[in-house]
């Protein structure tokens, strides 16, 4: 059983769920979530910086460059698979959990990769293990909300479950910080703490395998949702990609930002970044808890989703004239509240104009998951060319970043299916 049971009802037969789920079922999503973005973005936000200097400090920008972008392009093809093999697998363990667990142990072993990493390629495959493990798990932990949420219930548990990103990147950097003395435990830690994360919530999951299965989807598919036939989709798709466009040149350069442009040292980035993880984490919680509850009691995503895109423009907008570490942190408590209301509002919006929901939610969650993943592969290849091309100018970088959150406010304007 499952809070007040909709798991017995999708144990069966995968059925659209109408019982609303308890705390306990949420309690154990959320933990799930926390400890998976704590093992995936610490490194993101300090350790792979860290790293990328230590091993190679003349080729720092262009080595993270490389490494983010082709661990980005891993996790584009891993979301959908994962996803697809998710919604086919037929288990006693059931249809998730397998790949919950499974994703979070592979990912022990690509942080331990990445810490125990002596050369640029090493620390290159190492994340890109990491990106293939828990994208695997991210695929499972999104199907979740299509399984087992009903549709009345789904901003509430999309913006709960929304605080889990920045509370795990403020307790990821933090013990990023505490362990400083070792560059193995910074890692690995979190790592163990998404492993146990991940078993709690497969233990709260029925255990009965489906008896209605998907039909194998062509590999052309498993990437593509067709726009023109699911055009809400389509856009929803759309605001999501340029709206992470600009999240993902905030959180891989902020670092790099410090360092070249505000003129603070790599020893002091730790302290910087939780710092400002911090104060981003916080507007992040308060907004997306509230935009995702009043969006359910209101029945309307549209709007709040569009105010989100333009708060984090002008966040970005701030970054980009910053002049000290003050400005900065007014920036990023902005990026904070407009990131944690649009994660919130539009997970739930994305779930309700989802297409073959029933057979194929993981596959196609994986399929909008490409809207997270994507600019983490393209914006380092764009940012590279910006920062050489303009000698590091990161005003320009930010400037480009808040252009692509404003045209994603745009975007959401043409989903007509849903207010």
């Not at 698979?81 to 363990?93: A, E, N, P």
């Not at 969006?295 to 984090?312: G, N, P």
């Not at 596959?363 to 303009?390: E, H, V, Y």
Request: with cysteine.
């Amino acid at each position: 059983m499952i809070g007040t049971g909709p798991g017995t009802l999708l144990a069966g037969r995968n059925i659209t769920p109408v019982q609303r789920v308890g705390w306990s079922f949420i309690a154990a999503y959320v933990i799930a979530y926390l400890g998976m973005w704590m093992a995936l973005l610490s490194p993101i936000l300090v350790g792979l910086t860290r790293r990328t200097e230590h091993i190679d400090a003349a080729h720092a920008t262009a080595n993270l460059s490389l490494i983010l972008g082709l661990g980005a392009l891993v996790a584009l093809v891993a979301n959908p698979v994962f996803g697809h093999l998710s919604d086919l697998t037929r288990s006693r363990y059931g249809t998730r959990g397998l790949w919950l667990t499974g994703g979070a142990a592979a990912g022990v072993l690509g942080l331990t990769l990445v810490a125990l990493a002596q050369t640029t390629l090493q620390l290159l495959l190492g994340w890109c293990l990491t990106q293939l493990a828990f994208n695997a798990e991210i695929a499972a932990l999104a199907a979740l909300l299509a399984d087992h949420v009903p549709r009345q219930q789904r901003g509430t548990v999309s913006g709960i479950t929304s605080v889990s990103l920045p509370v795990g990147m403020v307790l990821g950097t933090f013990l990023v910080q505490a362990l400083d003395t070792s560059v193995l435990a910074s890692f690995v830690v979190p790592a163990l703490i998404a492993l146990a994360g991940a078993t709690v919530l497969a233990l709260r999951l029925p255990r009965a395998a489906r008896t209605q299965r998907p039909a194998r989807t062509p590999l052309r598919h498993i990437f593509w949702l067709s726009p023109r036939h699911f055009p809400d989709f389509g856009w929803t798709w759309c605001s999501r990609f340029l709206m992470f466009s600009g999240v993902a040149v905030l959180m891989a350069y902020q670092g790099l930002y410090l360092i070249q442009q505000l003129g603070y040292t790599a020893d002091q980035l730790p302290r910087l970044i939780f710092l400002a993880t911090l104060v981003q984490a916080t507007s992040h919680a308060i907004i997306g808890l509230a935009g995702g509850w009043l969006s359910d009691r209101l029945q309307r995503s549209r709007v709040f989703i569009i105010a989100a895109a333009l708060i984090y423009c002008a966040a970005l907008l701030v970054i980009a004239f910053a002049t000290s570490y003050g400005a900065f942190l007014l920036g990023v408590g902005l990026a904070g509240a407009g990131q944690g209301l649009y994660v919130a509002v539009t997970r739930s919006l994305a779930v309700n104009v989802l297409p073959e929901r029933e057979l194929h939610a993981a596959k196609n969650l994986g399929i909008f998951n490409i809207a997270d993943t994507s600019p983490q592969f393209l914006m380092p290849a764009l940012a590279s060319a910006i920062l050489l091309l303009s000698v590091a100018n990161y005003t320009l970088l930010f400037v480009v970043a808040a252009t692509a959150t404003a045209l994603s406010a745009m975007a959401i304007r043409r989903v007509t299916g849903v207010h």
